[in-house]
Nanobody, 124 residues
Framework: QWLVAESGGGLVQSGGSLKLSCGAS????????IGWFRQDPGKPGKERDF???????????YYTDSVKGRFTITRDNIKNTVYLQMNGMKPEDTAVYYC??????????????WGQGTQVTVSS
């Protein structure tokens, strides 16, 4: 039984920091990438936006331009957990953040296993 679960969301002031965690199990992580996506709850029909991804075996990372230099994605091979450290947060970072496992791409459709999401709110 596969499982992908996020934690660590919450409310933070503009300029503040938050760290999200994603636990994954039940599938071959060595053949996977773990990605973070986000979605504005006010726009449910829109595809989830890519934030960052990391290749589990090699540690290769990719970021969307708007978070480069502010967000960092890392993995812990022992705990089977991926982290998203978010610094210098902005109100436009407000969204539901999803963790997903799949191919090393920036497209949500290429990720097969998804968590339930965690709300991140940045106040101005």
């Amino acid at each position: 039984q596969w499982l992908v679960a996020e934690s660590g969301g919450g409310l933070v002031q503009s300029g503040g920091s938050l760290k999200l965690s994603c636990g994954a199990s039940g599938f071959n992580l060595d053949r996977s990438a773990i990605g973070w996506f986000r979605q504005d709850p006010g726009k449910p029909g829109k595809e989830r936006d890519f934030v960052a991804t990391i290749n589990w075996s090699r540690g290769t990372t990719y970021y969307t331009d708007s978070v480069k230099g502010r967000f960092t994605i890392t993995r812990d091979n022992i705990k089977n957990t991926v982290y998203l450290q978010m610094n210098g947060m902005k109100p436009e970072d407000t969204a539901v953040y999803y963790c997903a496992a799949g191919s090393l791409t920036t497209r949500a459709r290429d990720y097969a296993y998804w968590g339930q999401g965690t709300q991140v709110t940045v106040s101005s």
